[in-house]
């Protein structure tokens, strides 16, 4: 999962300084250049190469590449490895999403509220699995789903049930609840900062229109934080498209159920490093690059839309 | 006049009493890994997972886990805090100097900078890793340290924040006024300006470090060789080997390990929760 956050949103212009001598005007690059210059290197050409060596194909018998045009993209999406694993994260996406975001609406609006007890210690502790690496967390909940360690085994006990969250079918729902267990508390946090720096005008005009708690949640809160709730959808969405931590380490577990391609990106990740099959890794990563950003950019555009 | 206030609402037992449901299920999890970190490897298999099994062997399993295999998870744990140093580190710089240009300074080509960044954030980073991989494996940097510091030393999400707080924390006039004194831009920035952003700075770095410290995907493709894994790829190194047939299993090290992994971050963001916290609802403002 990725774990950055907010894209910059616009900032409205600042009254800039006059321009007196024409030198002066160029020195903001003095600040900027030393972070563009790694940008480039990091950012920018990858993406470039990425492009190129999607145009070629490994010549298997004859060594060297060949250029073939759209010949790798056609190839995509004809794919159904790939269409396998992009259905999967789509279904991680639409159930995993709107789960994780809720709890973390609701967790952030009942701190937020001054109505809950050691408000200030449940901030910081439900934030706390963040600051876990995916890797721990995978390995900690795959031990705690597996049969040796008890826990699952115990529920199971306890509860009359007989849930397996390693088999088949449990186990995209397990991966979800890892994935929740590790961002509700971030994404609480970005809707909590949010919160608090609604004027406080608009919850005394609430107040003395009648609202009660509901509703001033509804016409006050929610709206006012709409920009957050945006940002942390997109990150959500770009997260799941990107599902390959959690999968990836718990195929140690369950071999037989995680495949090569159980994720778009473990798909790429494996025709690269265990393939050797650089140029169509390239391609199946550009597609998924592609999606993501316009799924993200169509987001943004209806949030922003609402706002008007 | 009288005037009108909101009453503080009273402290709600019901809802103080679902949200502690809620960080039980936050918890669990953690409780489970200290209790199993004190555990002997026979004893996590026969004892039930929520409780103290047999002997406490924690001490005897940090021991073990920093002396298995001639100390090499020592050696991890140096990798990874090189990389969090002069990745992370090297991230806030670069992330603080350019939100502050971006956010004091009109130049030609901030337009530009602007789309880029914007655009960068919505590239997804895992999808540039095979690409930056072959990349870099032309450039002979595969399999160093470089390979996992330089694609660290770029944080979108660092110059946002930098930005946004800067255009609120420093007025135009305080830099103005050290123009006038006759201090020059790099003189301002060092004096004037890190000052005013510290809360800012705090945030970023604490950031920046956790996507360091965490970072998996990029230092499995990058490096081939143990000796340069960070505790990430380690840990997740000897848990393979515990899964594997016929292999050596060392659950008892994997989970403590896992454990002193954790800790740093967990006791960072504990100590510095002040200012990471305000230093975040600034960013917000102007979402």
């Known amino acids: 999962m990725t774990s950055t956050a907010a894209p910059p949103a616009p900032v409205p212009a600042r009254r800039a300084p006059a321009a007196r001598r024409p030198r002066r005007k160029w020195r903001g690059w003095l600040f900027v250049a030393p972070f563009m210059l790694v940008f480039a290197l990091t950012f920018v050409a990858p993406v470039v190469y990425a492009f190129v060596l999607s145009l070629f194909r490994d010549q298997a018998f004859f060594g060297g590449t060949v250029f073939v045009g759209a010949d790798n993209y056609v190839q995509v999406f004809g794919d159904p490895k790939f269409w396998e694993a992009f259905r999967r994260v789509l279904v991680f996406l639409a159930v995993q999403v709107p789960i994780m975001l809720v709890l973390a609406l609701i967790a952030a609006l009942a701190i937020d509220s001054a109505r809950l007890h050691g408000a200030g210690f449940f901030r910081i502790v439900i934030f706390l699995p963040y600051a876990v690496p995916a890797v721990v967390a995978a390995l900690m909940w795959g031990f705690i789903y597996g049969d040796h360690f008890g826990l699952a085994a115990d529920l199971n006990h306890l509860l009359g049930t007989a849930v397996k969250p390693l088999s088949p079918s449990w186990l995209l729902t397990s991966i979800g609840n890892i994935v929740t267990w590790e961002f509700v508390g971030y994404n609480m946090l970005i809707f909590y900062s949010a919160l608090k720096v609604i004027p406080k005008e608009l919850f005394e005009a609430a107040a003395i229109d009648g609202a009660g708690t509901f509703r001033t949640i509804v016409s006050v809160k929610l709206p006012a934080i709409r920009g957050a709730i945006v940002v942390a959808t997109i990150f959500s969405i770009i997260g799941s498209f990107q599902l390959f ?40 990563a550009i597609v998924m690059g592609v999606i993501t950003a316009v799924i993200a950019y169509v987001v943004q555009l209806r949030g922003s839309r609402k706002e008007m | 006049m009288a005037t009108f206030s909101v009453t503080q609402p009273r402290k709600s037992r019901v809802l103080t009493g679902f949200m502690a449901l809620y960080l039980l299920y936050t918890l669990v999890p953690l409780v489970w890994l200290v209790i199993n970190a004190s555990k002997t490897q026979p004893a996590l298999f026969s004892t039930s997972g929520l409780s103290f099994g047999g002997t406490f062997a924690l001490f005897d399993n940090i021991g073990q886990t920093f002396t298995y295999n001639g100390g090499i998870f020592f050696r991890w744990l140096g990798n990874t805090l090189l990389y969090v140093v002069v990745g992370a580190g090297g991230a806030t710089i670069l992330a603080t100097a350019a939100g ?18 914007l655009g960068a954030v919505a590239v997804p980073p895992t999808a540039l890793a095979v690409p930056t991989f072959l990349m870099f494996s032309k450039l002979g940097l595969t399999n160093t340290p470089l390979a996992v510091i330089i694609p660290s030393l770029i944080s979108p999400f660092g110059l946002y924040l930098i930005w946004v707080y800067a255009a609120d924390a420093i007025p135009d006039e305080l830099l103005e006024a050290a123009r006038i004194d006759g ?26 470090m956790v996507q360091t410290w965490n970072n998996y995907f990029l230092p499995l493709i990058m490096l081939s060789e143990p000796k340069w894994y960070p505790l990430t790829v380690g840990l997740n190194q000897w848990s393979a080997q515990a899964n594997g047939a016929g292999a050596q299993p060392i659950f008892n090290l994997v989970l403590t390990g896992s454990l002193l992994t954790i800790i740093p971050l967990v006791v960072a963001f504990l100590l510095m929760q002040r200012f990471w916290q305000s230093g975040l609802s600034a960013g917000s403002v102007k979402q």
């Open chain 2, 183 to 208: 201090a020059g831009e790099i003189r301002i920035f060092l004096t004037v300006t890190l000052r005013q952003l510290v809360p800012g700075i705090i945030t970023v770095t604490l950031f920046t």
């Open chain 2, 100 to 117: 502050y240009g971006l956010a004091k300074y009109r130049f030609p080509g901030r337009r530009a900078v602007f789309a880029v960044v």
């Open chain 1, 245 to 284: 931590n959690e999968p990836n380490i718990m195929r140690n577990l369950v071999p037989n159920t995680i495949g090569t391609f159980y994720t778009p990106n473990m798909y790429a990740y494996n025709l690269s490093f265990n393939g050797q099959q650089y140029n169509y890794s390239a391609t199946v």
